[in-house]
Structure formats: C-alpha cells, structure tokens
C-alpha cells in the first residue's frame, strides 16, 4: 500500500539552532512575527528580531494572544499581516501562535472565506511562506499541517488540515524552553505523549511513522519527568524538543485517534488547555483503545523496559498503560473536578461533547470502532 509522508522543507534542531537558522528565516523583505505578550519578551525573542534587523528584514509583532486561538483572533492577526505589508510569517511560542498563523495564512488565501468552511477538507494552498519557533515542547506544530481554532459562534474546536499548512522552516532551539513552568512542561509534555502513542496505535500508521512513534514514546516517558522536575535540565529540554518534533511528524502522517476527538470538546466548552485536556483523557481513553491495537501497545511497553520480550501481549500492554498513568501522577494531572469544572456542568454536555468527537473524524482512526455512546461513557467515567 502506498503512502504519502509529509514533513517541513527545512528543519534547523538542537542547541544554538536559532542563530544556526540564519537566512533560513529571511522568507521575504518583512515578516509578521506572531507571539504571544510574555513569549515577546524573552531572551530567544529578542534574539530572534535582532537576527532579522542584521539581515535587513523588516518585522512587526501581532501578540494579541489572551489564550487558545479563535477565529476572532485570526481575523485580527489577518488584519495585522495586510496593515503592515507584511509577506511572511514567523510564530514563535507554543501550539496557539502557530495554530493562529496557519489559520491567518488559509483567511489571506480564501478572504471572505469562514473557516468553519474547510472543517473536513484538505485546504488547497500555496499559502504565505512560513517559519516556526516552539517555545515548548509538546504540541509538534512547527512540523504539522494541522491547526485548530476555536468557532466562537458555535462553540467547537475546528481541526483544520492540508499538507501546504507545514510550515516551510521549522527552528527546534531546546533553550526556548528552559524558561517554560512546571505546568506548561507537564500539559505540552503529555500533548507530544499522546500524539506519539496515537499514531503508533492509529489505523493510518505506516512504517515511517512507526519509527519516529517509538523514538518520541522513549524520550518522552525517560525525559519528561526531569524536565518537569528541573527545568534547567538541558539534556532533558533538548530531548523533550526532538521528542515534540517527532511526534509532530507523527500525527501528519498517520493523525491522531480517540484522546484528540474527545479532548477538543472540553477545550471549546470549558476552556480547558489543549495539552492538559488530553493529559486528563489519556488514561481512560487508552484503556478503552488498548484491545484493538494489542499488540502494538505491547510494543510501546517493551520499548520503554515496562516489559520484557517474555511476556505476552495482554501483560506487556497492560505494563505501558500501568507507566503511563504513573508519568500523568508524577506531573499532577487534574481531573475535571480538581480543574474545576462543576460536575452538573459536564455531565449537561455530554450529549455535544460526544457528537462533536465523533463528527471531527479522529476518533475514527482508532482500532476499534468508537460511538457517541462509547465516548458519552468515556466522559462520565473521566470525571467520576
């Protein structure tokens, strides 16, 4: 059967890759760098718009980012980019610049366009030329063609995709990182976990992705924890960097499954983070996937020494779901009460929250085949 594999054009990694970057980010004669109101002041910042005024490319900075992006603030970001004259992007910071960016690039492409009309297409480009700068190391999104924004009129996260949406130069620096919190390590952390072990375990993998799966699950389930514990910790934050960048490519090329469907819903309704919603589903729903795709999550628990080749399928399996719930412990993951959210309230939007999985297609691409009903039951076991 044959594949296609989607990838950036130029991908600059490792510590001091932003200098390394050099010209690789001069992609036109002035640039809307799209950051958010703290990330604008950082040190990597700083550093980044002085490179551009020693290449004699122009910049302004749009960082009206209260939060996770809407179609509000793309609309805002789109006015920016044409007041400015701008003919290129650069995002840097975690997942919401870069969805913001990509989502801005489909609106320059199509205006007038709503971008609730490309839910469920593959958006033609070619788009604005862009770059992208993680200042985390979790959502993968310098090297995806996704980005989800959320529709302020009807209240749904949007997944949003087409292969022209990955950005054309990806600068994966570990020292953007050091200054992220312990919780934002934790949420990001368990966001690249999760797009590793859906794609590993989704119905669209295939043997590239395979690989770069088991090599982020090992990283991320060694790493994480001493990056959460210390942030300072270099050696983590550059394998956490690599890890989040794999695991990015990952979800490109074989999506991602039940975790993502049912974690978007409680993002739009209860405006929890993206990475920590899926952080709170992991355990149960991994649980639920675990007997369709047996033998592969027996494989990611032999990979990260939760098991030995001895033991069978069941016991392996079981072993790799056991280590991540105890990853999700030490990074004090919260239930939705413990986040918060009044139990009334959730269980008032089941029924939406269980269509709105469903319809967005990931949950589709688990190995085993996932109802409204199933997630519904999903979502009271999640907070009971």
Same mark, same amino acid.
């Given at each position: 059967m044959s594949r296609f594999f989607y990838m950036p054009p130029t991908i600059v990694s490792g510590s001091g890759s932003l200098s390394a970057a050099g010209d690789q980010l001069c992609l036109g004669k002035k640039a809307l760098i799209v950051?958010? $109101?703290?990330? $604008?002041?950082?040190? +990597?910042?700083?550093? !980044? =718009?002085? !490179?551009?005024?020693? $290449?004699?490319?122009?910049? /302004?900075?749009?960082? /009206? #980012?209260? +939060?996770?992006?809407?179609? $509000? &603030?793309?609309?805002? @970001?789109?006015?920016?980019? =044409?007041?400015?004259? @701008? *003919?290129? &992007? #650069?995002?840097? +910071? +975690?997942?919401?610049? &870069? *969805? =913001?960016m990509k989502a801005a690039a489909v609106l320059l492409k199509y205006p007038g366009a709503k971008l609730r009309d490309f839910m469920g297409k593959a958006i033609p480009g070619p788009f604005v030329p862009m770059a992208a700068i993680p200042t985390t190391a979790g959502t993968g999104s310098e090297a995806t063609m996704f980005t989800v924004i959320t529709d302020t009129e009807t209240e749904v996260k949007m997944l949003l995709k087409g292969p022209k949406l990955i950005p054309d130069v990806a600068v994966v620096d570990p020292a953007f990182s050091v200054s992220a919190p312990q919780n934002i390590t934790a949420n990001t952390g368990l966001d690249a976990l999760t797009h590793a072990v859906e794609s590993y375990t989704s119905r669209l993998a295939q043997p590239l992705t395979d690989t770069l799966a088991l090599s982020a699950v090992k990283r991320i389930m060694a790493y994480l924890p001493r990056a959460w514990r210390d942030g300072t910790d270099l050696e983590a934050r550059e394998q956490m960097a690599l890890a989040a960048l794999e695991a990015g490519v990952c979800i490109t090329n074989a999506s991602v499954t039940i975790v993502h469907g049912m974690s978007r819903p409680i993002g739009a309704l209860f405006h929890v983070p993206h990475g920590l919603s899926n952080a709170m589903l992991l355990p149960t729903c991994l649980e639920f996937a675990l007997p369709g795709a047996l033998s592969r999550f027996a494989d990611l628990g032999r990979a990260i020494g939760a098991a030995s080749a001895h033991q069978s399928d069941g016991e392996a399996a079981a072993a790799f779901l056991t280590a991540v719930k105890e990853l999700c412990a030490i990074c004090q993951v919260p239930t939705p009460a413990q986040y918060g959210i009044a139990k009334q309230d959730f269980f008032a939007q089941i029924d939406k929250m269980s269509a709105d999985a469903v319809a967005s297609g990931s949950p589709g691409n688990t190995a085993r085949e996932v109802t409204e009903a199933d997630c519904a039951a999903l979502y009271r076991k999640l907070y009971e």
């Open positions: 950051t958010g $109101k703290v990330v $604008k002041e950082q040190s +990597g910042t700083k550093e !980044l =718009l002085q !490179l551009l005024r020693s $290449k004699g490319v122009e910049y /302004d900075v749009f960082s /009206d #980012i209260p +939060g996770e992006p809407t179609d $509000k &603030m793309v609309r805002a @970001c789109v006015t920016a980019y =044409l007041n400015g004259g @701008c *003919d290129y &992007m #650069i995002a840097v +910071g +975690g997942g919401s610049p &870069m *969805d =913001l």
